[in-house]
């Protein structure tokens, strides 16, 4: 490889990153003006849909549209005449039960993003998600989005987890799902087998549409509710075989956690007492991979305190809380999760 061959390829490394907005608004936008819901409901011309969103003239609605043909999110096989891909007609329309547009239905990820340099500057983030009055409004919207982003990956560990424990479920299965949110993570679980019971925890108005996601998959028999904020409500004690902690480490943040492991020590069974972690895990050097990295810089905007936490982390936090068994169980290639044990 030449010398010119590599410093072409690296400037357009950059040049790739540096306008990978593009695409991200393009889709938001798209979401944001129901463009697929729009042309799910029948309209596929260029006229039509300007029409229907409300636009003072075609222009800028025949160029979104033709960037999403570009991006392929919608195809177009004669002139300004658009069409849903299949992937686009799962995905990204409202009626669809695996919309996973919700999340992107506003600006508030944009927003805190369009703040990091200022975020940096003042060690404050943009949004306090991590807020028990911002948390409350805040992750009812991601729900939706999230368990069909989730479901896949959750069956799977499902899947492992009741492998590893089968021989040893001879009554109830007693799972405490923290800041459970849609229930994603336990929820296939309790499909799985009839001896799972599940206390699912989290805001009042979260647990309205955690109910909703229980109903839906037919588990509810085998589910109760522990309402409010997972610092201040009561795990008891000796009471679990497993805890799921999906994707709340991250945005509690390192002091909540380690105090959050101390409860949950409790709250386990002492014999074989399990707590499983489902986030986003750098190395203990933390020099990859890029995604938990990145995904620290998302916790640096929305919270006071998130970030994503190695395995050396986790270890001596749940060993300090009296859980010394830790390692990392690998689901797929793309997905491990850390599991603690009391014996």
């Known amino acids: 490889m030449s010398h010119l061959d590599e410093r072409e390829q690296q400037l357009q490394r950059i040049n790739r990153i540096f306008h990978g907005y593009t695409s991200a608004r393009t889709l938001m936008t798209a979401v944001q003006l129901g463009i697929f819901t729009i042309i799910a409901q029948g309209n596929h011309s260029a006229e039509e849909i300007t029409k229907a969103v409300d636009a003072a003239s075609s222009r800028g609605v025949v160029k979104l549209l033709d960037a999403l043909v570009g991006l392929e999110f919608l195809k177009k096989e004669k002139p300004n005449y658009y069409e849903l891909v299949p992937c686009s007609a799962r995905f990204l329309v409202q009626s669809s039960p695996e919309y996973v547009g919700a999340m992107h239905e506003n600006d508030d990820h944009w927003n805190a993003w369009s703040h990091l ?85 989290d805001f009042p108005k979260v647990l309205q549409l955690t109910k909703t996601y229980v109903q839906h998959h037919g588990v509810e028999q085998q589910y109760k509710y522990l309402s409010g904020d997972l610092n201040a409500v009561d795990f008891g004690e000796n009471t679990y075989d497993l805890v799921l902690l999906g994707n709340i480490v991250h945005s509690e943040g390192a002091e909540s956690s380690q105090r959050l492991f101390g409860r949950l020590s409790k709250a386990l069974k002492k014999k074989g007492g399990r707590v499983v972690v489902i986030d986003m895990f750098p190395n203990n050097e933390r020099t990859g991979p890029a995604y938990p990295l990145l995904f620290a810089l998302n916790m640096l905007v929305n919270t006071t305190q998130g970030d994503t936490f190695t395995l050396e982390e986790y270890t001596r936090w749940f060993q300090q809380a009296n859980i010394p068994h830790v390692s990392m169980m690998e689901i797929d290639p793309e997905f491990s999760v850390i599991v603690a044990q009391v014996d």
């Open 117 to 201: 340099n200022q975020v940096i500057k003042t060690g404050r983030p943009w949004m306090n998600v991590d807020q028990a009055n911002k948390a409350e409004e805040f992750f009812p919207q991601l729900v939706k989005s999230l368990h069909q982003m989730s479901l896949g990956r959750a069956r799977r560990l499902a899947d492992q987890l009741l492998q590893q424990q089968q021989q040893n479920i001879t009554e109830s299965w007693q799972i405490l799902d923290v800041a459970c949110g849609s229930a994603v993570w336990s929820i296939p679980l309790a499909e799985k087998s009839k001896n799972v019971m599940v206390t699912a925890q």
